[in-house]
């Protein structure tokens, strides 16, 4: 532990922790040490061309929320880092840091801390699926930065070395703008085809011994969640992540939204508590005239844990099946649930997208659809993986 600074120098900190990955994911030399200077920063040593994310708390007792400064590739090592925002919500002058290395082969995933979120709308205009609200506890993952876009979409559809795999014609408006027009099976298949590409151990098998990996047709997928692959997130993992630390705001960065937030359909005359944006309807950015009105991934700021298009732009598949009841259940708040066992024939739906009010964007919004219906231009997805 690094000799507290005082108040009286020019930058606020106290503490700076050095973090290791789990697993043989990451090398031990990308793991970062932290080394805090007295007056200009944090001093990084790492490896040179790894991405670490920055991250802070005010209080030791809060490490379940870690906020994400930025990201930073080094260019070289030692790299210092200054903190120029610490005045601005420093609880008496303190923050305490880590740096985090991301997946040195996956560098568009993010980490997300485990630990207790509350789940569930706090305001009095919740619909009645988000009730009621109730700690969830959630082990840690990583979750792709970016929703999947449709050139990264056909670039795991097409891979040759990823063979017997059966999709359906998926859209996007361009290479970097979401895909869209899949289906839940699709989704999960993908998931798959992108674990094998990367040479890691699918999560989806047709049979409960998990050794016929699934890739087509329309089943109830046997799951292994001990497996280094991808799959889609639990809706209480796509909650938390959407929060991005935060706790009790209806939206990502706070209580109000504008189309300089999020690509959705702004009316403030339905939604006249949070929806303040002075642009109406489509977001007059995207509405070019030929729909979707998608926008490319990565348009708006990121939460606080780097990832973007938490709300808008396209609805986002998880793993769960959908049950308006689901919060009354006790089994909601057992540890990494992973919803109703019995299926409803819906799946959750997650985010909001380009034509949906604002209220579908908010962090505890629940919406859901038929996991083999394309949903038009309205869905799509984004994966995760175990830490």
Known sequence: MKTPLTKSTPFFALLALVVAMAGSRVHAQTQPVLDLKLYGGITITGAVGVEYAIQYVPY????????????????????????TSTNADCAGGKRFYRAVAQLTNYPQMMLIPGGSFLMGSTFAEEEFPERVTHQ??????????????????????????????????????????????????????????????????????????????????EIEPYVDWNANGYRLPTEAEWEKAARGGLSGNRFPWGNEIRHTNANYYS??????????????????VYNDGAMPYTSPVGSFASNNLGLFDMAGNISQWCWDWFDGYWYYNTNATEANTRGPVDPSGLRVL?????????????????????????????RGFRCVRAF
Not at 362 to 378: I, K, M, Q, Y
């Open 136 to 217: 969830v506890t959630v082990s840690a993952f990583y979750m792709d930065k970016y929703l999947v876009t449709r050139s990264r979409w056909y670039e795991v559809a097409s891979c040759p070395t990823c063979t017997g795999y059966v999709f359906n014609v998926a859209g996007g408006k361009g290479s970097n703008h979401p895909v869209h027009s899949i289906t839940w099976y699709d989704a999960v298949k993908w998931c798959n085809a992108r674990s094998q590409m990367d040479g890691l151990k699918p999560c989806y098998y047709t049979n409960a011994a998990l050794t016929e990996i699934y890739k087509a047709g």
């Open 267 to 284: 009316d403030t005359d339905r939604f006249p508590l949070y929806d303040f944006s002075p642009t109406s309807s489509y977001h007059p």
């Open 350 to 378: 997650r985010g909001g997208s380009w034509d949906n009010y604002a209220n579908k964007a908010r962090a505890a919004a629940r919406d859901n659809g038929v996991p083999s219906e394309l949903g038009w231009t309205r």
């Open 60 to 83: 030791l007792a809060e490490t379940n929320a870690w906020l994400t400064l930025t990201n930073i590739t080094l260019p070289r090592t030692p790299y210092l880092f200054v903190d």
